[in-house]
């Protein structure tokens, strides 16, 4: 990560720690780094979004470039679309699961990979160094909604099955899924309930979608559903609930899914990726099917990077973000919900079946900092938590770090004893607050 960049991209409250000028600058840097560049652009639903596209869009015209405009897309959707036209970069503006006042700036190369840290490291050097690159011949900036059309036309072509006779319930968080996938999953012959499904950016992830599942399952049980998927701003998160109302968290999908693509020969090297976070109980579940569990630092990005190095298909996070390397570059809520709804099908099994296991009960806290790095480093800070590693003896887990997209620290306690973490993570959780007081 940059000073900018954090695991997701470049994200903050509009107008504070995300302005106009610094989208010019992004979109203006991508012209310095190859020249004339053709950038694919696209955004959830959040108000804002129209004015850090114009923001990217002016600073990539002022070096030469072709912009496309292509409305509202799923982050999936971007990367795709720009691959698929052989656009040299595609943007997301988006930030994510935040809510409305938070907007943010992704960026994707040719082959619909977000950029590395090195990459991302560039674009910050130019910016930085107020480095501006004006070409004479402007360039140019026009409107094609119809190329997401490629996109819907991707999912559907993913489904083994038809969905036919399945009640499935969508939660749209108001975001960049609110049309694109009630369509999708209308167009497979599933009887589709929408929830939160309409363009409204003020309400983008306000006690809906894949941060609220509690909403998904009330809807879930008065529809009698099948089963039920929730995504979050830009769609790249997926939390399912099974039928019997479980919910069922990223950590959970690649478990099913695992075992799922290893019956059917598609998982590479009978291995995949989780992260610092995922749960003990997934990794022995899998252990014991002759599944390996390779772990990650928290972010996609990382995760993918993993999956690419060790030839490996499918990885995700706990948050709901789920890679299928062998369908897609990125992680695809949508996507990812159409082959878990597949594997309900061709296995005849029900959700709560394929997807349900017994976790270590796990206790997070996000504390609210004024310095999260200044925090980390602090001594007192580590002593406690080498002394409660030491309790834990390993039969558990705390783990502590600084979030990459906003001004808080994350307290994870795992093990089988919940009044232990609750206990461990109560003590972190103010020792955390005291430190960040005193700085």
């Given amino acids: 990560m940059g000073l900018f960049f954090g695991t997701d991209g470049l994200r903050g409250r509009v107008n504070e720690e995300l302005t106009f000028d610094i989208a010019y600058k992004i979109g203006n840097a991508l012209s310095i780094l190859k020249e004339k560049p053709t950038i694919i652009v696209g955004s959830d639903t959040r108000i804002s979004n129209s004015y850090l596209t114009l923001g990217v869009a002016s600073g990539a015209m002022s070096g030469?470039?072709?912009?496309?405009?292509?409305?509202v897309v799923p982050?999936?959707?971007?990367?795709?679309?720009?691959?698929?036209?052989?656009?040299?970069?595609?943007?997301?503006?988006?930030?994510?699961?935040n809510s409305g006042?938070?907007?943010?700036?992704?960026?994707?190369?040719?082959?619909?990979?977000?950029?590395g840290d090195k990459e991302e490291e560039?674009?910050?050097?130019?910016?930085?160094?107020?480095?501006?690159?004006?070409?004479?011949?402007?360039?140019?900036?026009?409107?094609?909604?119809?190329?997401?059309?490629?996109?819907?036309?991707?999912?559907?072509?993913?489904?083994?099955?038809?969905?036919?006779?399945?009640?499935?319930?969508?939660?749209?968080?108001?975001?960049?899924?609110?049309?694109?996938?009630?369509?999708?999953?209308?167009?497979?012959?599933?009887?589709?309930?929408a929830a939160n499904a309409t363009n409204d950016g003020k309400k983008i992830n306000q006690n809906c979608g894949a941060l609220y599942p509690e909403n998904l399952i009330r809807r879930v049980f008065r529809y009698k559903a099948d089963m039920g998927f929730a995504f979050d701003g830009d769609s790249d998160r997926l939390i399912a609930v099974d039928e019997k109302g479980g919910i069922i968290d990223g950590d959970m999908i690649i478990y099913g899914l695992a075992k799922y693509f290893k019956k059917s020969g598609k998982l590479a090297h009978d291995t995949v990726v989780g992260t610092s976070h995922t749960n003990m109980a997934i990794e022995e579940d899998l252990k014991n099917e002759g599944i390996d569990l390779i772990r990650t630092d928290i972010g996609d990005k990382y995760v993918l990077a993993k999956l690419l190095e060790k030839g490996l298909s499918l990885g995700g996070e706990q948050s709901g973000h789920v890679i299928l390397k062998d369908l897609a570059t990125?992680?695809?809520?949508?996507?990812?919900?159409?082959?878990?709804?597949?594997?309900?099908i061709g296995e005849n099994t029900t959700m709560s079946n394929a997807l349900s296991i017994d976790l270590y009960p796990q206790v997070n806290k996000n504390v609210i900092v004024k310095d999260k790095f200044r925090i980390m480093n602090s001594e007192e800070l580590s002593r406690e938590i080498a002394k409660y590693n030491a309790q834990l003896n390993g039969k558990g887990r705390l783990m502590i770090r600084a979030s990459g997209t906003e001004p808080k620290i994350r307290v994870m306690v795992e093990s089988k004893d919940k009044e232990i973490n609750e206990k461990i993570a109560n003590a972190i959780s103010n020792?955390?607050?005291?430190i960040n007081e005193e700085v």
């Avoid at 130019?126 to 402007?138: A, T």
């Avoid at 990125?330 to 309900?344: C, F, P, R």
């Avoid at 020792?431 to 005291?434: D, F, Q």
């Fill in 101 to 115: 006042e938070y907007n943010g700036i992704k960026v994707f190369n040719a082959e619909g990979y977000k950029l």
């Fill in 431 to 434: 020792l955390i607050k005291r």
């Fill in 75 to 97: 982050t999936a959707g971007i990367a795709y679309i720009t691959k698929k036209v052989g656009a040299d970069y595609g943007i997301v503006i988006s930030a994510s699961h």
């Fill in 330 to 344: 990125t992680g695809d809520g949508i996507l990812t919900a159409i082959v878990v709804a597949n594997m309900i």
């Fill in 64 to 71: 030469g470039a072709r912009v496309i405009d292509i409305g």
């Fill in 122 to 193: 560039r674009i910050e050097r130019c910016f930085i160094r107020e480095k501006i690159n004006d070409c004479d011949n402007i360039g140019t900036y026009e409107q094609d909604f119809n190329l997401s059309k490629l996109y819907k036309k991707y999912l559907i072509n993913a489904s083994e099955y038809s969905l036919k006779g399945k009640t499935i319930v969508l939660d749209c968080a108001y975001g960049a899924s609110h049309r694109i996938a009630p369509e999708v999953f209308r167009k497979l012959g599933a009887n589709v309930i």
